[in-house]
């Protein structure tokens, strides 16, 4: 089992910036890489960013080039830099971590509010 614990969400304005963090614990040395995903109104929950054990990262279009996924190894965390927010990035946001049995864990998620 691995536990996802999402912070940093908030209210910014248009054009602002917030950095999500997302802590993992419990079995982690069987994470093969770990994301951040939005719900959308449909409930539907696209990626936003994904970034592996090699470092090597995917971005939605509609977030490359303002947004960046990282970690940190030694704290078994990842984060999300989001820069020039756009009302339309409002959104939940959540965690996930997928294993080498690619089972999926979810965290609880934060909420991103951009206003105009």
């Known amino acids: 089992q691995v536990q996802l614990v999402e912070s940093g969400g908030g209210l910014v304005q248009a054009g602002g910036s917030l950095r999500l963090s997302c802590a993992a614990s419990g079995s982690i040395f069987t994470v093969n890489s770990m994301g951040w995903y939005r719900q959308t109104p449909g409930n539907q929950r696209p990626l936003v960013a994904s970034i592996a054990t090699d470092d090597s990262t995917l971005y939605a279009d509609s977030v490359r080039g303002r947004f960046t996924i990282s970690r940190d190894s030694a704290k078994n965390t990842i984060y999300l830099q989001m820069d020039s927010l756009k009302p339309e990035d409002t959104a939940i946001y959540y965690c996930?971590?997928?294993?080498?049995?690619?089972?999926?864990?979810w965290g609880q998620g934060t909420q991103v509010t951009v206003s105009s």
């Open positions: 996930k971590a997928r294993d080498r049995f690619r089972r999926d864990y």
